[in-house]
């Protein structure tokens, strides 16, 4: 008798799933047999991870800071139903001394850590099936 996976039969969503945790987590996703999607900035990393992973990953160009970019991936979601896991996975982290933070600084870091964030779960909740999971990584 053949196990079942945990999985099986769910579609998810890794936000920055070139490398690190969200690759990671792609993989495992994927030998749970589920099917994934990834984002990324860089074309040529995302397809490389896809291509390392499995064919039941779609590779999604975008910078999910930018609100059209995000847009794009739900369409691209869309394509497969429901979405039964979001994994938000993107974010960045760059320290300077209190007095040396910029109003650019600040508005990049809070603009991929924070409003991506928010947006990223937001647009998903209408492809979201009953019972889905939200997570978010810090």
């Known amino acids: 008798m053949s196990e079942t996976k945990k999985l099986q039969g769910k579609v998810a969503i890794i936000t920055s ?3 690190g945790t969200g690759l990671a987590t792609a993989k495992l996703f994927v030998k749970e047999e589920a099917y994934v999607f990834i984002t990324g900035r860089r074309q040529k990393e995302l397809d490389v ?3 390392m992973i499995s064919s039941k990953v779609t590779g999604v160009q975008g910078d999910i800071a930018k609100a059209t970019d995000l847009d794009r991936l739900y369409e691209t979601v869309a394509t497969k139903g429901r979405i ?5 996975n993107a974010g960045v982290a760059e320290f300077a001394p ?3 933070i910029t109003e650019e600084h600040f508005d990049q870091l809070f603009n991929i850590n924070v409003r991506a964030t928010l947006f990223t779960v937001q647009k ?3 492809l979201l099936n009953d019972g889905g999971s939200i997570i978010l990584t810090g």
């Open 84 to 88: 039964d896991i979001v994994f938000a």
């Open 98 to 100: 209190v007095d040396k």
């Open 124 to 126: 998903a909740l209408s």
């Open 17 to 19: 799933g070139t490398g």
């Open 49 to 51: 991870a896809a291509r």
